[in-house]
Structure formats: structure tokens, C-alpha cells
């Protein structure tokens, strides 16, 4: 069964930059398109940026030209750049595959923007 490992959060300064990883194992993301997804206390679980199988890349709106999203399919791995940093970024962050059926949810990582 795979499984995702998400990593990097912590807690940064309004402005700052964070650069997420999430590992899988195997050749998970070559065969699937996938999407960084966030969950902020009392609130639904949100889309963020995806990355299809060819390479398209869509961002939510509130993380536009902040938020780069890549993925190096030799080190089966999905990145997630931050910058400019904001308190409303505040959010576990998970990476998933964009199109359902989800795999089961990692633990995620905790990002914290707060001055």
C-alpha cells in the first residue's frame, strides 16, 4: 500500500518561505496526477496546487504567485514552494492524488505563519 510522507512545515514570519516534501514509495507519482491540499482548524480541507501527469499546473487562487508546485519523479517526491508567507496560510498541509479515490491521508505537515 502506499504511503505518504509529508514534511518540511514549521513555523515562519509573515513573508517568509517554507518548501514542503512529500515521498512516496514506488513510482507513485508517475502513473498519478497529484495535488497539495491544506486543513485549517474548523475549516474543510481546501485544494492548493495540483501538477497533472503532463505537467499542468493550477493553483488555488489565494496561493497564486506564491505557491510553486513541482514533483522529481527519480526521487518520487512532490515539492510544494511557499513564499510570501501569510497568518491566513496557517494550515496542515497534505499531499494526495488531484482526482479521487484518494489514497489513506498522511499525517501532514503543520504550517504556521504568525509574527
Known amino acids: 500500500q502506499v504511503r505518504l510522507v509529508e514534511s518540511g512545515g514549521g513555523l515562519v514570519q509573515p513573508g517568509g518561505s517554507l518548501r514542503l516534501s512529500c515521498a512516496a514509495s514506488?513510482?507513485?507519482?508517475?502513473?498519478?496526477?497529484m495535488a497539495w491540499y491544506r486543513q485549517a482548524p474548523g475549516k474543510q480541507r481546501e485544494l492548493v496546487a495540483s501538477?497533472?501527469?503532463?505537467?499542468?499546473?493550477n493553483y488555488a487562487d489565494a496561493v497564486k504567485g506564491r505557491f510553486t508546485i513541482s514533483k522529481d519523479n527519480a526521487k518520487n517526491t512532490l515539492y510544494l514552494q511557499m513564499n510570501s508567507l501569510k497568518p491566513e496560510d496557517t494550515a496542515t498541509y497534505y499531499c494526495?492524488?488531484?482526482?479521487?479515490?484518494?489514497?489513506?491521508w498522511g499525517q501532514g505537515t503543520q504550517v504556521t505563519v504568525s509574527s
Open positions: 514506488g513510482t507513485f507519482f508517475t502513473i498519478n496526477a
Open positions: 494526495n492524488r488531484l482526482i479521487p479515490p484518494y489514497i489513506s
Open positions: 501538477i497533472a501527469l503532463k505537467g499542468t499546473i
